[in-house]
Each structure stands twice: as structure tokens, then as C-alpha cells.
């Protein structure tokens, strides 16, 4: 099992996520995930900076999607950073946040299929191939070539999909090294790892890592724990399919109050409607014992990285010295 840790340079800024993740890398945390966001702080001179201030940390974005981000620009980017940190860049990537790109005048069409694309282009361009037209159609690049990077090697960057519905954790299997699958409840990987399994299987693949990218809450106070990961986990059950809501045996009608209470700004509101099981359906959350045993539960379902992501719990400096405790 590893161990990684994700950070919004949203509500941080960059000096907190660099003394975060030196704090994370102390606690032997094996992974940085940095959020990428259109209208927060980018996550590439963030990586760069982390990069520059960590000696084992492996790092990378959290994740990128080929629709704002072209793959001959992600590559060039993996490698630089792959140069800056001595060999410690990992990729993320994914087929994008269908409900912001159309706010940004882009129309998400066939993201599956795009992502798919993307992946071999990045490979092919890290790799130091000249990538000549192919008949691919999203990315037929015709005569590129990366010339004045330091190339990773054989081995390559780490490419890990962000992944959730049946068609992207297939294309995971398939091309990625790795997933990142947004889910923090054992439920969820009996029913995406023998996808992956699957699709790895199609094409000879061994070792791949299983990523759990959970909504962390850690705090020696079970019910201060619980307070800071509530609206987290009203976001993420007011925009779960009914399929998943009944997965966990929630109750359709309080999940359809959230939502509407958070669609009126109405925390207050949100903080008592969310209960104990929209909390375990969609977190990780609770003391150092009670995180320590969800972290066994989802390595015996089949995961092999935890990432603990936001909100991390009441005190980010306080929650990451917490986990140095329970790995």
C-alpha cells in the first residue's frame, strides 16, 4: 500500500500546499496530488515549486484533461517536471469536468474517446518518437516531436486516469498505469476494480495501482471529524446517480433536500440534513483508529494507493501529522 495526499490551491495558497506536502513527505505520505482547476491557482508552477521543495515526495497533477490541455503540452510538462524533481512525476488525467467545460464555450464530445487518444500521444511524445499522422481523430499530429526536454526513459512518466462510470475505468485498465478513482466506500471498488481487472487482463498488464481518491476527515474529535467532512459529503451526494445513492442505501428524498439546500447557499440547512450514512457512503472520516481501520477495509477491497483528499479535516496541519500515526 501507498499513500498519497491532495491539495487545492484554491483555498490555499501555493507556500501553504509546499509546506503542506514538505510536512506530508515527512510523515512518509508517497504521493502529492495537486487539484487542477481553471479559476484556481495552476497547478503546474505549484507541482514545480512542490518539486523544488521535497526530496522523495513523487508528484503530480490531480488531474489534467485533453480538452483544455493539448497531450503535446502535458508531455512536455511531465517531463519537465520529471527533470526538476529527479525522476518523482506521476500524470493524472482524466476526461474532463462535463459540467465546467461548457462554461468555458468548450463542448465535451466523445471525452472517452479523447482521453484515449491523448494517453497514446503523451506516451509516444515522452517516449522521443516523432508523432506522425495516424488517421486519429482528435490528435493527429503530424510530424511532432519533443526536442528540448530530458525524456524519462524507458520506463516512461506514471499515467494515471481519473476514473468513475464502467467506460473510463475500462480505458484505465487498458492504457493507464494507474487509476484515480473518486469513491471512499469499499462498495464502490467491488464494483470498478474487476473492471479495471478485466481490461487489464485484455492486454497483459501487471502491477497496476488502484487508487482510492477519498474525501478525508481526520481529527482526535470523531464528531469535530464529522462536522468538517459534512459538505463535503452533501456536494458529492447531491451529484451521485440515484444508481450509486441506492448503492449505499441512502434515502432518495433527503439526498433530493440536500441538493436543494445547497442549490439555496443554505449550509446551516445542509450541516442537519446530512447524517451518518451520506458521511460513510462518500468519506473516510473519524480518529486516527477509525480512519486506520477504513484504510484496511479499502486495501482488502483491492486498493493499493489512498489518496486522502479534501476537506483533510478541522486543522490541515493537525490532520496530516495524524495520518503520520496510523500508516
Not at 502529492?32 to 491557482?41: F, G, L
Not at 481523430?137 to 464502467?166: C, M, R
Request: a neutral charge; one cysteine or more.
Amino acid at each position: 500500500m501507498t499513500y498519497g495526499i491532495e491539495f487545492v490551491p484554491g483555498n490555499v495558497n501555493v507556500k501553504q500546499v509546499v509546506n503542506y506536502c514538505k510536512l506530508a513527505e515527512s510523515k512518509d505520505i508517497d504521493y502529492a496530488w495537486i487539484t487542477n482547476h481553471y479559476n484556481n491557482r495552476h497547478c503546474y508552477p505549484v507541482l514545480t515549486a512542490v518539486a523544488q521543495a521535497t526530496t522523495t515526495l513523487k508528484m503530480g497533477p490531480g488531474i489534467m484533461n485533453s480538452f483544455t490541455d493539448t497531450p503535446a503540452g502535458m508531455a512536455s510538462f511531465a517531463c519537465t517536471l520529471n527533470e526538476i524533481s529527479d525522476g518523482r512525476a506521476v500524470l493524472g488525467i482524466g476526461p474532463g469536468d462535463l459540467s465546467t467545460l461548457p462554461k468555458l464555450a468548450i463542448d465535451p464530445v466523445k471525452p472517452v474517446a479523447r482521453l484515449g487518444e491523448a494517453i497514446d500521444q503523451i506516451r509516444a511524445l515522452c517516449s522521443g518518437a516523432e508523432v506522425k499522422k495516424s488517421g486519429l481523430e482528435f490528435f493527429d499530429y503530424d510530424g511532432a516531436k519533443l526536442t528540448g526536454v530530458t525524456l524519462p526513459g524507458k520506463k516512461g512518466i506514471p499515467v494515471y486516469v481519473g476514473a468513475q462510470g464502467p467506460k473510463v475505468l475500462e480505458l484505465a485498465g487498458l492504457k493507464g498505469d494507474g487509476a484515480l478513482i473518486n469513491a471512499s466506500n469499499p462498495k464502490d471498488f467491488a464494483v470498478a476494480i474487476p473492471i479495471i481487472k478485466a481490461a487489464c487482463e485484455k492486454v497483459g498488464k501487471k502491477g497496476f495501482d488502484v487508487g482510492a481518491y477519498t474525501a478525508l476527515s481526520i481529527d482526535q474529535d470523531q464528531k469535530k471529524a464529522e462536522k468538517a467532512a459534512k459538505i463535503v459529503a452533501a456536494f458529492i451526494a447531491a451529484g451521485s446517480p440515484e444508481a450509486l445513492l441506492q448503492r449505499h442505501g441512502l434515502d432518495l428524498a433527503n439526498v433530493a433536500k440536500i441538493k436543494d439546500a445547497l442549490a439555496r447557499f443554505d449550509f446551516g440547512a445542509v450541516g442537519g440534513l446530512v447524517t451518518e450514512k451520506e458521511i460513510a457512503a462518500f468519506t473516510i472520516c473519524g480518529t486516527p483508529d477509525v480512519i486506520r481501520q477504513k484504510c484496511e477495509d479499502l486495501t482488502k477491497a483491492g486498493v493499493t494507493q489512498i489518496i486522502f483528499g479534501s476537506p483533510l479535516g478541522p486543522d490541515m496541519t493537525n490532520s496530516i501529522r495524524l495520518l503520520g500515526k496510523i500508516m
